[in-house]
């Protein structure tokens, strides 16, 4: 009887010893578990810091190929940028799920007969983009992507209208462009008056965004605008729309240049309603390059 209660009692020592060693394992690997999660998220917190200093919107990537670099202005003759840069408003609250365009119907309306109308009114932190997008929210009843641009330009004769155009556009984004560290800000004299001016002081990001821009027809090229990037599509588009492209594309030899421009051509000569009715394909953004290529 002794020797039964002793077998027992050992039994159930080494049972309870099991449990706790296995406990014991399970948290300690718990912990290296967290650990490494906590690890993981500092490196995405890090990753999304370094990013977000020289992360930079639609409109600004297409001012900063217009600006002169050591000038500090775009080209006088230069009367696309800034129906150019409202486009690129509209397709980057797109991009960021703001806005949308109404369902095509039964009829498949046409892009340009689609209005535009607010998905969220969620602020996007940057000030032009909210101007933009509280006039999209409360205008009824809506307008089209065509009205949009003319609106946002001050180009209407219907002086009930007017208030939906945004000012000074260029300056404010250059001086985004200021706060990024990308641009400076001068006073230039021009005999008559003077002017402030935005010489570029980062040549890296510059050139960052002219590489991507070439990249993306050259080294990167896929032959279909549904494999390509949605925002460097949208920037080559849309800096061709603002007359600006040509200038990522000057420092290039002539082969290359040449087949750049080809490659450009291409998608510029693609069907805006066809496209926009493929797969996954941003129809807001095809209804703005409809409004440049009517």
Known sequence: MTSLTQRTSGLVQRRTEAIRSAAAAEKEKDSGGEED???????????????KETRLTLMEEVLL???????????????????????CMLVELALRGRIQLEACGVRRKSLLARKVICKSDAPTGDVLLDEALKHIKD???????????????GETWNP?????????????LAK?????????????????????????????????????????VLEKWVNDPHRMDKRVLSLILLAHSSDVL???FAPLQDDQYDLGMKRVHTLLE???????????????MWAVVAAFTK
């Open 246 to 248: 040509e200038n990522a």
């Open 270 to 284: 693609l069907e805006p309603e066809k496209e926009s009715s493929k797969p996954n394909a941003n129809e807001l």
């Open 139 to 153: 205008t009824q009843p809506p307008e089209t992507v065509q009205s949009w641009i003319e609106l946002l330009s």
């Open 160 to 172: 009930l209208k007017l208030h939906y155009q945004l000012r000074n556009v260029r300056e404010r």
């Open 176 to 216: 985004n462009l200021v706060e990024k560290g990308v641009l400076t800000t001068e006073k230039q004299n021009f005999l008559l008056f003077d002017m402030t001016t935005h010489p570029l002081t980062n040549s890296t990001i510059k050139q960052r965004l002219v590489k991507k821009v070439q990249d993306s």
């Open 65 to 87: 190929l217009g600006l002169k670099d050591r000038e500090g202005y775009t080209s006088f003759w230069n009367d696309c940028i800034s129906s150019g840069l409202r486009g």
């Open 37 to 51: 999660e906590a690890r993981r998220g500092e490196e995405e917190e890090e990753d999304k810091g370094d990013s």
